[in-house]
């Protein structure tokens, strides 16, 4: 048994099943193979991500429309103002994110996206990174989506971070030293202590993650994940977060967005 | 070593150490609710009524995936009209912090004796419904619930 | 802010049994957990929740802190007449809450 884990009976197991794993990235598998961390949920936890009035999501998801509303920064703009609707203006939005943004010639994801607008279109200050506003911002845009496929990634110019996303999830890291892939693509559907490992689809983010009691950004899930294998997480807004949101997004293609989903 | 993933029924102390956050939990957890303090927190309800099993329905998740929040539905079998209904419903726990859940008021314009919400459970323990009847009786039903802890939690 | 999600029918034939759901949005903060500087943080729940219907209260509860943060309720009424149902509740810090729905009973 490894020395460094010693006492550790449950991360000395979490080794001895993941050394079997031939991690094979799911990067091509097909649409059928592929099943959203709802499906590993137990009936109870999917009951109340499908009741609108049972999801404690749809709090952020109402504030996040008043937000839209609201007049904002030194311009008095508010969402609105400028895109109308959101019903309209932002259907399909939030399912083809992360996307190109030729001013940082890199991708951005949508958290930072709004907060762009905000400071060049409202002369706001930006809502900091995880905050209530900017989740449910971010929560009240998915929801326009929700239903619809998966779009991310049909951007040329998003390729090589895409690819840069990929290395990051196959690559080894922590004190245990394993990778995404490890988990989620080697030893999706095993059990890791009483949990069943999910493979990783991104489809319901923002999300309602019931050990965080509150909604929470896909960046706060993989510093979880990173917290997991011991590894140090990448501080909040970092680009390795937006390459890893881009490969993931980019193969749940086709899969429906859930925002605002419920996990356990 | 075996090289062989466990089966589904790890123990307590592995399901405890499997993260830094589950730790944390045990460190701060103060004094809590046993089966004793379960026992007093119904007396104060039921004073020396008898509490009689039945009528009651408890309805909970055998497995539950975070005890942050769980699912609790209690229904009373009570026509609910003004001769013969639910006064009060009462849950208790055993091994939380404290033994009591919640306690709920209703009457005849229910039209039902049902009533759901979601609670939390620091471990895996028993809980116990009492509803208490516009004829001073009391009826009760009790679950035995496993709480486990999801993997890779916050530090 | 959105404070709470209401759940009630906006029609509905006289004599009905009807279901009602809220969910508040509150962080049920139980008094048992420590702060990122070790003290405990202090409790703040939503103590007690009332709904009336035209005034006339058809449920209530005590809470305690084994209820999930964002409290979710559903419970029963019968539809009697066309009015107001209100949501009350109130916290440790002694902040109350109101939300009203209205139904229309034929």
Same mark, same amino acid.
């Given at each position: 048994?490894?020395?460094?884990?010693?006492?550790?009976?449950?991360?000395?197991?979490?080794?001895?099943?993941?050394?079997?794993?031939?991690?094979?990235?799911?990067?091509?598998?097909?649409?059928?193979?592929?099943?959203?961390?709802?499906?590993?949920?137990?009936?109870?936890?999917?009951?109340?991500?499908?009741?609108?009035?049972?999801?404690?999501?749809?709090?952020?998801?109402?504030?996040?429309?008043?937000?839209?509303?609201?007049?904002?920064?030194?311009?008095?703009?508010?969402?609105?103002?400028?895109?109308?609707?959101?019903?309209?203006?932002?259907?399909?939005?939030?399912?083809?994110?992360?996307?190109?943004?030729?001013?940082?010639?890199?991708?951005?994801?949508?958290?930072?996206?709004?907060?762009?607008?905000?400071?060049?279109?409202?002369?706001?200050?930006?809502?900091?990174?995880?905050?209530?506003?900017?989740?449910?911002?971010?929560?009240?845009?998915?929801?326009?989506?929700?239903?619809?496929?998966?779009?991310?990634?049909?951007?040329?110019?998003?390729?090589?971070?895409?690819?840069?996303?990929?290395?990051?999830?196959?690559?080894?890291?922590?004190?245990?030293?394993?990778?995404?892939?490890?988990?989620?693509?080697?030893?999706?559907?095993?059990?890791?202590?009483?949990?069943?490992?999910?493979?990783?689809?991104?489809?319901?983010?923002?999300?309602?993650?019931?050990?965080?009691?509150?909604?929470?950004?896909?960046?706060?899930?993989?510093?979880?994940?990173?917290?997991?294998?011991?590894?140090?997480?990448?501080?909040?807004?970092?680009?390795?977060?937006?390459?890893?949101?881009?490969?993931?997004?980019?193969?749940?293609?086709?899969?429906?967005?859930?925002?605002?989903?419920?996990?356990? | %070593?075996?090289?062989?993933?466990?089966?589904?029924?790890?123990?307590?102390?592995?399901?405890?150490?499997?993260?830094?956050?589950?730790?944390?939990?045990?460190?701060?957890?103060?004094?809590?609710?046993?089966?004793?303090? %379960?026992?007093?927190?119904?007396?104060?309800?039921?004073?020396?009524?008898?509490?009689?099993?039945?009528?009651?329905?408890?309805?909970?998740?055998?497995?539950?995936?975070?005890?942050?929040?769980?699912?609790?539905?209690?229904?009373?079998?009570?026509? %609910?009209?003004?001769?013969?209904?639910?006064?009060?419903?009462?849950?208790?726990?055993?091994?939380?912090?404290?033994?009591?859940?919640?306690?709920?008021?209703? *009457?005849?314009?229910?039209?039902?004796?049902?009533?759901?919400?979601?609670?939390?459970?620091?471990?895996?323990? *028993?809980?116990?419904?009492?509803?208490?009847?516009?004829?001073?009786?009391?009826?009760?039903?009790?679950?035995?619930?496993?709480?486990?802890?999801?993997?890779?939690?916050?530090? | 802010?959105?404070?709470?999600?209401?759940?009630?029918?906006?029609?509905?034939?006289?004599?009905?049994?009807?279901?009602?759901?809220?969910?508040?949005?509150?962080?049920?903060?139980?008094?048992?957990?420590?702060?990122?500087?070790?003290?405990?943080?202090?409790?703040?729940?939503?103590?007690?929740?009332?709904?009336?219907?035209?005034?006339?209260?058809?449920?209530?509860?005590?809470?305690?802190?084994?209820?999930?943060?964002?409290?979710?309720?559903?419970?029963?009424?019968?539809?009697?007449?066309?009015?107001?149902?209100?949501?009350?509740?109130?916290?440790?810090?002694?902040?109350?809450?109101?939300?009203?729905?209205?139904?229309?009973?034929?």
């Amino acid at each position: 048994m490894n020395r460094v884990l010693k006492g550790f009976a449950q991360a000395a197991w979490f080794g001895g099943a993941l050394s079997l794993a031939i991690p094979l990235a799911l990067a091509e598998s097909p649409l059928p193979e592929r099943k959203s961390g709802f499906e590993f949920m137990s009936p109870e936890s999917q009951a109340t991500q499908q009741d609108d009035f049972s999801n404690p999501g749809m709090l952020w998801v109402a504030e996040g429309e008043a937000l839209w509303n609201a007049k904002a920064g030194a311009t008095g703009r508010s969402c609105a103002g400028c895109h109308g609707d959101a019903a309209v203006s932002m259907k399909g939005v939030a399912a083809r994110y992360p996307v190109f943004f030729a001013e940082s010639g890199r991708p951005i994801d949508l958290q930072s996206r709004i907060n762009v607008c905000r400071k060049t279109n409202q002369d706001a200050t930006p809502f900091p990174l995880e905050s209530r506003e900017l989740l449910a911002l971010s929560a009240f845009l998915g929801k326009q989506s929700r239903g619809m496929p998966i779009t991310t990634g049909e951007d040329k110019r998003l390729e090589p971070f895409r690819a840069r996303g990929q290395e990051l999830y196959e690559q080894r890291q922590g004190q245990l030293n394993f990778s995404c892939a490890n988990c989620h693509d080697g030893n999706w559907g095993r059990k890791l202590a009483s949990s069943v490992i999910p493979q990783s689809h991104p489809t319901g983010y923002p999300l309602y993650r019931l050990e965080w009691q509150s909604m929470g950004s896909l960046q706060r899930r993989l510093r979880n994940c990173m917290v997991g294998v011991r590894a140090e997480p990448y501080p909040y807004g970092s680009q390795e977060y937006v390459d890893l949101e881009l490969f993931l997004m980019t193969r749940a293609r086709g899969m429906p967005l859930e925002t605002p989903a419920v996990r356990p | %070593m075996s090289r062989k993933p466990r089966p589904v029924g790890t123990s307590r102390r592995e399901i405890l150490a499997a993260g830094a956050g589950a730790l944390a939990l045990i460190v701060a957890r103060p004094a809590r609710a046993t089966p004793e303090s %379960m026992a007093d927190a119904i007396k104060a309800f039921v004073g020396e009524a008898e509490v009689r099993e039945g009528r009651v329905t408890l309805e909970l998740p055998a497995l539950v995936e975070n005890g942050n929040s769980v699912p609790l539905t209690v229904k009373v079998d009570s026509p %609910m009209t003004a001769q013969d209904h639910v006064k009060r419903i009462a849950v208790f726990n055993e091994r939380n912090p404290q033994p009591n859940v919640a306690l709920f008021y209703l *009457n005849p314009r229910a039209g039902r004796a049902l009533v759901s919400t979601r609670i939390r459970l620091g471990d895996s323990q *028993n809980i116990v419904a009492i509803a208490q009847l516009s004829d001073g009786t009391f009826w009760s039903d009790k679950a035995e619930l496993i709480v486990t802890l999801p993997a890779c939690v916050e530090s | 802010m959105a404070r709470a999600l209401i759940n009630v029918p906006a029609k509905a034939k006289r004599g009905d049994i009807i279901e009602i759901k809220a969910l508040m949005s509150h962080p049920m903060e139980t008094g048992y957990r420590t702060g990122p500087d070790g003290a405990l943080v202090p409790r703040d729940i939503i103590n007690r929740f009332i709904c009336t219907y035209n005034g006339e209260e058809i449920f209530s509860a005590d809470l305690f802190p084994a209820i999930a943060a964002n409290p979710f309720f559903s419970f029963t009424t019968i539809a009697m007449e066309s009015g107001r149902i209100a949501f009350r509740w109130i916290d440790d810090r002694g902040q109350a809450h109101l939300e009203t729905a209205e139904i229309a009973v034929e």
